[in-house]
């Protein structure tokens, strides 16, 4: 028993193989609300790292001498409603006010957008894509979070989607 080497530690490669909009960070507006996806630039670590970490902490056995392909990775926060404060609506309260000026304009106008982004609910997602040797596996998950979307709040649904992509990777080998 004494002679029995220490057994090598399983190895992939894992190559990054997403589309240049898949890593840069992006607003889009629109009708029904705003969203925005989540790069490179705002994630940390990065989406490389935690899908290797993942594979390896948990497939490592099952992935050794395979080539896998990170296709997608993306972080998406949707915000209903509206995107700002009806100007017209506030000009015609302001006029009505004594002594109201652009400044108090400007102040209400910045406490409104804040009391209606804390009321909102904001809804995350994340979805995953690896290739393994020409076979796809796939994670996802979404969670609804009312009042401030902390990063707590998304670092929870993207462990939620890296859980679902091990399983299914283990459901697909």
């Not at 490669?13 to 989540?38: H, I, K, M």
């Not at 209400?108 to 994340?126: C, D, E, H, M, Y």
């Not at 796939?138 to 401030?148: E, L, V």
Request: proline share 5%; hydrophobic share 40%.
């Amino acid at each position: 028993m004494g002679n029995i080497p220490a057994a090598e530690p399983a190895s992939f490669s894992l190559v990054d193989a997403r589309l240049p909009e898949n890593l840069a960070s992006r607003r889009e507006a629109e009708q029904y609300g705003q969203t925005v996806y989540f790069g490179d630039d705002a994630l940390e670590p990065k989406p490389m790292s935690v899908v290797s970490a993942a594979l390896k902490h948990s497939q490592s056995l099952r992935l050794s001498g395979k080539q896998i392909k990170l296709v997608e990775f993306t972080v998406k926060i949707f915000r209903p409603g509206s995107s700002g404060v009806n100007q017209g609506q506030l000009d015609a309260s302001a006029a009505g006010t004594p002594r109201a000026n652009i400044g108090t304009q400007v102040l209400a106008s910045l406490l409104i957008q804040g009391i209606q982004s804390f009321r909102t609910s904001k809804l995350v997602n994340v979805s995953i894509e690896v290739n393994i040797d020409g076979h796809p596996a796939y994670g996802a998950a979404r969670d609804s979070f009312s009042g401030m979307l902390t990063s707590k709040n998304i670092d929870s649904v993207i462990t939620l989607a890296i859980d679902d992509l091990v399983a299914n990777i283990g459901n697909e080998i």
